[in-house]
Each structure stands twice: as structure tokens, then as C-alpha cells.
T-cell receptor, first 114, second 114 residues
Framework: GAGVSQSPSNKVTEKGKDVELRCDPI?????LYWYRQSLGQGLEFLIY????????KSGLPSDRFSAERTGGSVSTLTIQRTQQEDSAVYLC????????????FGNGTRLTVT | GNSVTQMEGPVTLSEEAFLTINCTYT??????LFWYVQYPGEGLQLLLKATKADDKGSNKGFEATYRKETTSFHLEKGSVQVSDSAVYFCALSVEGNQGGKLIFGQGTELSVKP
């Protein structure tokens, strides 16, 4: 079926505004991840959902960042009171249950905070 | 903790040259190891993986061998092509309560000139 879908593909927002980024994982994948890729940097882990377990939020950089996953499928990453340093590409990925299942990435949302 | 270190880029090679991109890791437990590739304008995709010591992952002419004794997973290709120009990411995941969360290296940009 379809791959991981993210929307919007690009988002420009003013400093201080809230933004919501959406991820639609591959059907049947129980694990969902959010990563952030800043210019010239590697991939920074943000948050991980696995089935009905409590999410691993250990990578969220501040309390302005939050994410939820409704019905074990679609996920929304919310950034409140955006700052210029939040500008990055936000990547979503999904995978099967096994810890060595490969991740399937979406094309990302490029966020620019002006 | 768990971490991945890659050689810094950019790496510039002529077509048909031999490629090595070094990757070393630190992990608690027994990680699975991965190489992901990001072609220009595209999302990340799995290139190859190895799930236990001495395993060799291979795909598209690329190879990497899981070396537990040196905690390494170096990526090699005998003869690169212009189409191999991309950013390459080494990653690990560890079984346990971290589930399949991938820890990525910072990425190595490869540029192949005709």
C-alpha cells in the first residue's frame, strides 16, 4: 500500500505561533517515530510510539513540543510558541513490532519559523 | 548510553573509486545495525542491515559487516557511481524497553564525480 504520508510538506510560520504536523503511517505498522533533521545535522530522535504502550518522549527538546497518536494510527506533532531554532525538517517513520524491523520514512515537513 | 559515530563528510570520489564510510557504535545490549541513505530530494530509505555479530548486510553493491570486537559497521562499495551521491546514515537499535528506536549517526555526504 501507500508509504508514510506527512503533511504539510512545507510550513512557514511566525515566531510565537503554534504549528501541527501530521503523520499517517503505513497501515498495520505498530511503531511510529518522530525525528528532527536540522541543516547540516544528523537525525535527532524526538518521540516514539509502540502500540498501546506509553510513548517514549525522551527526545522532546522542551515542553513546547508534544505529540499524540490517535487510534494507534495517525500522529500529530505539535509545537507551541515556535522559535527560530525550531526550523528543521520533521520526519515521521513507522515500522513493525520487532526491534530490528526497518523504519519506513515519510518525506518530512520542512518547518521554517520567521 | 547508545551512540553512533560516523566519519565526517563530505566525501568526494571519482566514478569507479572504492568507497569506505566508517561507522562505530556504543551500545548497551546487543544492537541491530543499519545503513540508511537519503538521495537528493528524497526521504530516508533503508540500504542494508545486520542483526548479529559477523553478519554482512548487502544491497546495491554496498556491503557492511557487523564487527562486535571493534564495535564497527563500516560501509563499503567497490566501484561507486554518480547515482550513489547521497547522504548515508549509520544507525543502531537495541532490544528492550527502547523497542526499535533508532539512534543515528550524523550522516556522511558522498559526492561522486564523473
Amino acid at each position: 500500500g501507500a508509504g508514510v504520508s506527512q503533511s504539510p510538506s512545507n510550513k512557514v510560520t511566525e515566531k510565537g505561533k503554534d504549528v501541527e504536523l501530521r503523520c499517517d503511517p503505513i497501515s498495520g505498522h505498530t511503531a511510529l517515530y518522530w525525528y528532527r533533521q536540522s541543516l547540516g545535522q544528523g537525525l535527532e530522535f524526538l518521540i516514539y510510539f509502540q502500540g498501546n504502550s506509553a510513548p517514549d518522549k525522551s527526545g522532546l527538546p522542551s515542553d513546547r513540543f508534544s505529540a499524540e497518536r490517535t487510534g494507534g494510527s495517525v500522529s500529530t506533532l505539535t509545537i507551541q510558541r515556535t522559535q527560530q531554532e525550531d526550523s528543521a525538517v520533521y520526519l515521521c517513520a513507522s515500522s513493525g513490532v520487532s526491534y530490528n524491523s526497518p523504519l519506513h520514512f515519510g518525506n518530512g515537513t520542512r518547518l521554517t519559523v520567521t | 548510553g547508545n551512540s553512533v559515530t560516523q566519519m565526517e563528510g563530505p566525501v568526494t570520489l571519482s566514478e569507479e573509486a572504492f568507497l569506505t564510510i566508517n561507522c562505530t557504535y556504543t551500545a548497551t545490549g546487543y544492537p541491530s545495525l543499519f545503513w540508511y541513505v537519503q538521495y537528493p530530494g528524497e526521504g530516508l530509505q533503508l540500504l542494508l542491515k545486520a542483526t548479529k555479530a559477523d553478519d554482512k548486510g548487502s544491497n546495491k553493491g554496498f556491503e557492511a559487516t557487523y564487527r562486535k570486537e571493534t564495535t564497527s559497521f563500516h560501509l563499503e562499495k567497490g566501484s561507486v557511481q554518480v547515482s550513489d551521491s547521497a547522504v548515508y546514515f549509520c544507525a543502531l537499535s537495541v532490544e528492550g524497553n527502547q523497542g526499535g528506536k533508532l539512534i543515528f549517526g550524523q550522516g556522511t555526504e558522498l559526492s561522486v564525480k564523473p
